[in-house]
């Protein structure tokens, strides 16, 4: 069996050739990688929302600062 080589903490950069809607010019830190699997989140595809339109649609009671809260959400999340 072939030791594993972690990329935690590195990037993954889309080819241009990657004809894929989600991850079409992606650019993915990713957080964790091991035997088990790997998590990482897409850090360059921005939102159509800023933070306050996203912490409004949670069902909690949160607040962020102003000059936080029209910053632009960057879509992606988990991949």
């Known amino acids: ?28 830190y990713i957080c964790e990688h091991n035997a088990e699997g790997a998590m990482g989140i897409v850090v360059n595809q921005p939102s159509t929302m800023n933070v306050k339109q996203l912490l409004e649609q949670t069902d909690k009671e949160l607040t962020v600062s102003d000059n936080k809260a029209e910053q632009i959400v960057l879509a992606g999340g988990p991949v």
């Open 1 to 28: 069996m072939t030791e594993l080589k972690s990329l935690q903490n590195h990037f993954l950069v889309a080819m241009p050739s990657l004809d894929d809607p989600y991850f079409s010019r992606s650019l993915i």
